[in-house]
């Protein structure tokens, strides 16, 4: 792999991405709110119990106006 990135350095820019970065995904700025909001304190019966409430917690994010913004925000994205 190496010797093919250098074999094309005359048009590709290579950039170091870190392994693991949480603070640059807005999926896990929308779990952290799920997992406060319908997650908390739960203690489901079943797999058919925590289904439907992460499904309503993933509704209730895309039927607000502001929410899937700021978790794209918080990751230094825009719209």
Known sequence: ???YLLSQHSWLTIERLPGYS??????????????????????????????AAVRGGMKRVRRSRKLPLSFLKHAGLSF
């Open 1 to 3: 792999m190496q010797g």
């Open 22 to 51: 949480p603070d640059l995904n807005p999926v896990e700025t929308m779990w952290g709110n799920i997992k406060g909001q319908e997650l908390a304190n739960r203690c489901a019966e079943d797999l058919a119990e925590l289904d």
